[in-house]
């Protein structure tokens, strides 16, 4: 590929894997890398083969924030007239699930790179932090909203008012992490993950993402309602309920 920031690969059944690649910068989420990890996810979201995408950085780090230098030369109206970062969210629009595999630094940017995507994985050694408050800056990637979120506001205040880290077993248990793995097994537990999705109809996976996403969107009545005709859309393919009741594994065509 063209890419400099990132690298791609194709693993298993149809599971995409990006690696951020900035080991000098930890992975620092510049202009560039934004930018190429949006257009990789907008080809992916396009290509048939693909059925997730995983995202992951190195050991040491997934994405140790923003890139502070790049920052550092910019003025509220370069920030405001650029738009800054506002390309993150093109992330939200892809369909397809998107797996954060975490292991080490996930600061700033990062960490809310990872809450961007649809779940996260960390290795033993992951560590999770908004450390924005310490640069006298805030969250600008959805961190005071995503963060309030997953876990309730007084966790999140503490988190965004402090910069203090929280370690992987911790955001397990605030459920922020759906899994803690060794550091040296977290690619393949995020793979197989991927695989198991990519086991299933690509189109209903689309729509169970959407309908799962709109339980942040909107009140109880108005979920359920949204969920409710998504669930009747499926029924425009019986290949899983005829297979069910035929005892045959569902052959998932372009549905
Ligand atoms: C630019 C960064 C960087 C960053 C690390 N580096 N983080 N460069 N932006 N966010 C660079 C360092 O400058 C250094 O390069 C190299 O990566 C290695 O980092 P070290 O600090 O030497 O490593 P270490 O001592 O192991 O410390 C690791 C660390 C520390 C604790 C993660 O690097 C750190 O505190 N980084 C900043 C974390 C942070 O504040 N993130 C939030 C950014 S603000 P050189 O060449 O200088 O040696 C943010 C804004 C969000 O994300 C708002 C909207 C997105």
Redesign the pocket.
């Known amino acids: 590929s063209t890419y400099q920031t990132i690298l791609t690969e194709t693993k298993g059944s149809g599971v995409a894997v990006i690696t951020l690649n900035r080991p000098?910068?930890?992975n620092?989420?510049?202009n560039q890398l934004l930018d190429e990890l949006v257009h990789a996810l907008e080809a992916y979201q396009k290509d048939d083969s693909v059925a997730a995408v995983v995202i992951t950085g190195s050991n040491?780090?997934f994405a140790?924030?923003?890139?502070?230098?790049?920052?550092a030369e910019l003025t509220f109206r370069d920030t405001f007239t650029q738009q800054?970062?506002a390309n993150t969210d093109r992330i939200q629009s892809i369909q397809k699930p998107i797996i954060a595999a975490v292991n080490g630094?996930a600061?700033?940017?990062?960490f809310?790179l990872a809450m961007i995507c649809d779940m996260i994985i960390a290795g033993e050694n992951a560590k999770f932090g908004?450390?924005?408050i310490?640069?006298g800056?805030?969250?600008?990637?959805g961190?005071t909203q995503r963060l309030t979120r997953a876990l309730g506001k007084s966790k999140a205040m503490e988190m965004i008012l402090t910069g203090d880290q929280m370690d992987a077993k911790t955001a397990q248990a605030y459920g922020l992490v759906t899994r803690v793995v060794p550091e040296a097994e977290l690619l393949d537990a995020a793979i197989e993950i991927g695989n198991k999705i990519a086991a299933h109809s690509k189109l209903t996976i689309a729509i169970a993402k959407q309908a799962v996403n709109q339980a942040f969107e909107t009140s109880l009545r108005e979920g359920v309602l949204v969920e409710r005709n998504l669930f009747y859309s499926t029924f425009s393919t019986k290949i899983g309920m005829k297979a069910f009741v035929e005892k045959a594994k569902p052959a998932w065509t372009n549905s």
């Open positions: 000098k910068a930890l620092a989420l510049c040491k780090a140790a924030g923003a890139d502070i230098k790049e920052m800054l970062f630094y600061l700033g940017g990062g809310e908004q450390p924005e310490r640069l800056t805030i969250p600008g990637i961190g």
